[in-house]
């Protein structure tokens, strides 16, 4: 059975210590460029109070936080074994017998515990710092809605130009025709409001005008109708839930309110933001991952004879961070597309990080 060690908390302590701080530096320069300084320009331009600017800087931590844990374990266990290998202390504890693997244990379990964490970063405090700082309430100026009929032939479409969570500005609705040729689907009428509201599961059309479409393709008549209700019941609810998650990016959402948007977008068949959500929400359980894996990764990396050269393996590291979080949105990109599915997507880093691990090793020969 595995029993702690004193060099186990030794080990831990040390990779502790310096996680912390490379998680420090890392928030700092991740902040420092951009934040700071659209913080300021809110300060004396939009004259916002300095309470309100710590809020500001407090919500973008946990977004921060969410790609620090794996960066700071990764460059703390590099920098530990690499002292430790430098001070011949890693020589030392592989000469009483100890073997590699069971000198990272204690890292290994560190890079769990932040695994944890970082979940719950990505489930809970990202979402809801978001949601504190207002990303919620930034709407879009279009949204499209094509209502189909049991043939799954387009009957009924809505444009909304602006909206707001309870107001709906410049709708245009299109009643498609039966009549179909070969190169295109006709429209039977035409009807356009200013506004609408949405309440009791209801949208409600105010100022109704409808055009009336002949078969020639050209409005003949123009009626004024007033008020009418265009969506009801559980229709009126799905169409207003899914334009207002429309709007929002994929952090504002926890994991369970994520996976109620993936039924909704299945449901109505919205194929390629369907697909780019869930490669999201898989990313939601993978991306923890990266810090068990980026822990090893690291003292590979820093475990060398003491004489050798201490830039490579901080070069190797660096360049890791980079490619992972670079590509990120190529990934998502091709799971959007259909181009690769979205849990391959979402793993395929994973997936190189452990071959990784398996080249390291080979050419540490440990």
Not at 54 to 69: C, H, S
Not at 70 to 81: A, E, K, N, R, Y
Not at 133 to 154: C, M, S, W
Not at 316 to 336: M, S
Request: net charge positive.
């Amino acid at each position: 059975m595995f029993k702690i060690k004193i060099f186990d908390k030794y080990i831990f302590t040390q990779v502790f210590l310096a996680t912390i701080v490379c998680l420090l530096l890392f928030i700092i320069v991740w902040i420092a460029p951009e934040t700071l300084v659209r913080i300021i320009k809110k300060i004396f331009i939009q004259h916002i109070s300095i309470e309100q600017a710590g809020l500001m800087l407090l919500y973008e931590l946990p977004k921060v936080l969410g790609k620090a844990l794996p960066v700071g374990i990764l460059l703390g266990s590099i920098f530990t074994f690499d002292k430790l290998s430098k001070d011949s202390e890693l020589s030392i504890l592989r000469g009483i017998g100890l073997s590699f693997t069971r000198i990272m244990v204690p890292v290994v379990i560190l890079g769990v515990i932040l695994s944890v964490m970082c979940f719950y970063v990505g489930d809970i405090m990202i979402p809801w710092a978001s949601k504190a700082e207002g990303e919620n309430a930034r709407y879009n100026t279009h949204f499209v809605y094509i209502k189909k009929d049991e043939q799954g032939l387009p009957k009924t479409g809505i444009i909304v130009s602006e909206f707001s969570p309870h107001k709906l500005k410049n709708l245009v609705v299109v009643e498609f025709s039966k009549r179909i040729y070969d190169d295109a689907i006709t429209f039977s009428s035409i009807l356009f409001s200013s506004w609408a509201g949405v309440k009791d599961n209801k949208w409600i059309l105010h100022n109704v005008k409808k055009y009336t479409i002949n078969d020639a393709g050209v409005y003949d008549k123009i009626d004024n109708i007033g008020d009418m209700s265009l969506l009801e019941g559980t229709d009126a609810k799905k169409v207003y839930k899914l334009m207002i998650n429309s709007t929002k990016r994929d952090r504002t959402f926890t994991n369970a309110e994520l996976k109620d948007y993936l039924k909704l977008l299945k449901e109505q068949e919205f194929t390629d933001e369907y697909q780019f959500m869930l490669c999201k929400y898989y990313q939601r359980f993978l991306h923890p991952l990266t810090c068990i894996l980026f822990a090893i990764i690291g003292c590979l990396l820093g475990f060398s004879p003491p004489r050798s050269q201490r830039l490579v393996g901080f070069t190797i590291a660096v360049g890791i961070i980079f490619a992972y979080y670079i590509t990120l949105p190529f990934f998502d990109l091709l799971a959007q597309k259909g181009i690769m599915y979205p849990f391959l997507s979402a793993a395929f880093p994973i997936i190189m990080f452990i071959v990784s691990i398996g080249v390291i090793k080979k050419y540490k020969d440990l």
